[in-house]
């Protein structure tokens, strides 16, 4: 078996100064294999971001690290900042949810194409226009020559999504993480989104962090899911066992708060209660506090994720673990 | 997209185009600039000089030859005046341009490195921006440059003057262009943009090169503007002191000075300088004022 492409083990991230940090991440495992998609699911405020900044080295400061993080068999949690900013849109590049302002407002959308390839691949800039012209060709703009030289604000919503994918395809990258890439686009044009980043995986042979708070969207993009409440994992699986057959307690209820087409609901069922403050995160399970079947046992210690199926994992006392 | 792609410097163009105290301001420097640069040629024409004097034809009144009249030393005041003006309007632009460079960069080293940088930068500003000025420039302009390893020849020239001024005027003149620009790289280091070109593995240079500066660069357009008319009057204040523009080569500060003893007998010689100095101060706080409504996004689109 060969090593997977990112392989976090004990992932913990501390933000604040020492001392009077707060675990965002509190012990995350997961792995990917390349060329595949992990779907990162989860409230606001559970860590899902985090992750993906953990990922890229773009933790904001100060924080603190610990556990591991292996991209290709390197350790990026303690990799120099300059040897990680190299892998950075060469190796992993990253799209963000406002296509609006993660561009820059005064630089033509070609041009900002065109950097990745002459920071990256030392190319020439006459080269390299005419390589972003392709790239915006690739990503489904049409009249892409014309469109290069426009400015941000003159493109949709859509469109300046499609110009951050092409950017973040430029140099080829073996992991594309995606936070939450179609949350600010309106339907339709989030399925053409959907659907072009899945053409470009499959051609590319790109593996994909797929986060969002939307299980619907994510069970059509991910081979397999991690659940996440509130910097942990509470359940972690192939992406079919973890829809049909959800194992915790919360990913059940966010299941079951997907509004169904074929039945009409007068109100939409909800989770109770909010996630809880990291600060103060409660000594057993955090999600105790919202669970419908949470017991005394419950606030005693964090619940282990444990196997329930093959590959498929939940943490919660509830949950009988696979013999 | 039927209309053609529109960069922000264009719509700003228009803003600027419909603002007429600004282009007047602009008119009006531009062709004050152009009159300096003639004065040899009108010098030529009219068989006068600003810089020989003429012991013979002291205080003319204005007549075909002498537009202006002449000074105390029989030297065409018209002439006089293009000749300072030459040196008051580029010292203007080039401290002006110079405090904004220095500014600039700490400025945005500050705000974009943080931390101890932006204490240790920001603490020097404030500093900078504590000392007393004038008394500051006086101390800095009795400077013996030959001390400084500068030679005997460059010292006596008129340009040690000019660049004395220039580098003093700069020295302390930094400190609001580079709050300006500190201010908006912490605001721009927050926007995605940023944290997007870092995502794409742009180093902190390119980062500050091609992502914030760009857009924290209207403000200090705006603020160079404004401060070339106070270099303008420091430059008055320092030559009228007797430490700036040294004769023969004049200017319009060092122009006051001479007049100063004259007001009585002449005072159209105190007049004129006085009088070109508040004019292209004023039209640089015009042009100023409407760069800044221009740059402004708030303001009606074009």
């Given at each position: 078996m060969t090593a997977p492409l990112l392989h976090a083990a004990d992932l913990k991230v501390t933000l604040g100064p020492p001392g009077a940090g707060v675990a965002v991440i509190a012990g995350l495992d997961f792995s990917l294999e390349a060329g595949r998609t992990l779907g990162v699911v989860g409230e606001s405020g559970c860590g899902k971001s985090m992750t993906a900044l953990a990922i890229m080295g773009l933790l904001p400061r100060p924080h603190a690290v610990g556990g591991a993080l292996r991209f290709n068999g390197t350790d990026v949690l303690t990799l120099p900042a300059e040897g990680h900013r190299r892998l950075r849109g060469a190796q992993m590049a990253m799209i963000f949810q406002e296509p609006m302002t993660a561009l820059n407002p005064v630089v033509t959308v070609g041009r900002q194409i065109a950097e990745m390839l002459e920071v990256h691949r030392a190319t020439p800039p006459d080269q390299a226009a005419r390589q972003a012209v392709a790239l915006l060709e690739r990503v489904g703009?049409?009249?892409?020559?014309?469109?290069?030289?426009?400015?941000?604000?003159?493109l949709s919503g859509g469109m300046r999504q499609r110009v951050m994918i092409a950017m973040a395809i430029a140099c080829k990258p073996a992991l594309l993480i995606a936070d939450e890439p179609t949350t600010a686009l309106d339907v339709s044009v989030q399925a053409q989104i959907l659907d072009l980043l899945l053409e470009l995986q499959r051609d590319e042979g790109m593996a994909m962090v797929f986060i969002s708070h939307n299980l619907g969207v994510v069970s059509e993009m991910a081979d397999d899911i991690l659940v996440m409440y509130s910097g942990r994992a509470v359940e972690y699986g192939p992406a079919q066992a973890v829809l049909r057959a959800p194992r915790h307690p919360y990913t059940a209820g966010l299941i079951a708060t997907l509004p169904d087409i074929g039945r009409r609901q007068a109100v939409l069922p909800v989770i109770p209660g909010n996630v809880v403050n990291p600060r103060r995160r409660p000594a057993g399970c955090a999600f105790a506090g919202r669970c419908a079947q949470a017991g005394a046992d419950c606030a005693a210690a964090v619940p282990m994720l444990t196997p329930v199926a093959a590959g498929h994992a939940a943490a919660c006392l509830r949950v009988r673990p696979a013999a | 997209?039927?209309?053609?792609?529109?960069?922000?410097?264009?719509?700003?163009?228009?803003?600027?185009?419909?603002?007429?105290?600004?282009?007047?301001?602009?008119?009006?420097?531009?062709?004050?600039?152009?009159?300096?640069?003639?004065?040899?040629?009108?010098?030529?024409?009219?068989?006068?000089?600003?810089?020989?004097?003429?012991?013979?034809?002291?205080?003319?009144p204005a007549d075909g030859q002498h537009w202006l009249g002449s000074d105390e030393a029989g030297r065409d005041e018209l002439c006089r005046l293009l000749r300072g003006g030459q040196v008051s309007l580029s010292i203007g632009f080039m401290a002006a341009l110079g405090s904004s460079l220095v500014g600039t960069v700490i400025g945005a080293?500050?705000?974009?490195?943080?931390?101890?940088?932006?204490?240790?930068?920001?603490?020097f500003t404030d500093f900078v921006l504590a000392l007393p000025g004038l008394p500051v420039l006086i101390i800095l302009a009795a400077i013996d440059l030959t001390k400084l390893g500068f030679s005997q020849d460059f010292v006596r020239s008129g340009d040690a003057g000019y660049w004395r001024i220039v580098a003093i005027v700069t020295l302390l003149g930094w400190t609001t262009v580079a709050r300006l620009v500190r201010a908006a790289t912490l605001a721009l280091a927050e926007?995605?943009?940023?944290?997007?070109?870092?995502?794409?593995?742009?180093?902190?240079?390119?980062?500050?090169?091609?992502?914030?500066?760009?857009?924290?660069?209207?403000?200090?357009?705006?603020?160079?503007?404004?401060?070339?008319?106070?270099?303008?009057?420091?430059?008055?204040?320092?030559?009228?002191?007797?430490?700036?523009?040294?004769?023969?080569?004049t200017s319009w500060g060092s122009m006051l000075t001479n007049a100063q003893e004259l007001i009585a007998t002449a005072p159209l010689l105190a007049i004129y300088p006085g009088a070109l100095v508040l004019v292209s101060v004023i039209a640089i706080n015009f042009f100023g004022d409407g760069l800044q409504s221009a740059f402004d996004p708030r303001s009606d689109p074009g």
């Open positions: 703009i049409a009249d892409a020559g014309r469109r290069a030289t426009a400015f941000p604000h003159q | 997209m039927s209309e053609a792609a529109v960069s922000v410097w264009q719509l700003r163009w228009r803003r600027l185009r419909r603002d007429w105290p600004a282009l007047a301001g602009a008119g009006v420097l531009v062709a004050l600039y152009l009159a300096c640069r003639a004065a040899p040629w009108l010098e030529d024409w009219l068989g006068v000089s600003g810089v020989e004097t003429d012991l013979l034809s002291r205080f003319e080293c500050a705000g974009y490195f943080r931390g101890k940088v932006d204490m240790v930068l920001m603490r926007r995605e943009f940023v944290l997007a070109a870092r995502a794409q593995g742009a180093s902190a240079w390119r980062v500050l090169w091609v992502h914030v500066l760009p857009n924290a660069i209207s403000p200090v357009i705006v603020a160079t503007t404004l401060r070339m008319g106070g270099v303008l009057l420091t430059e008055s204040a320092l030559s009228f002191l007797g430490v700036g523009i040294q004769p023969p080569a």
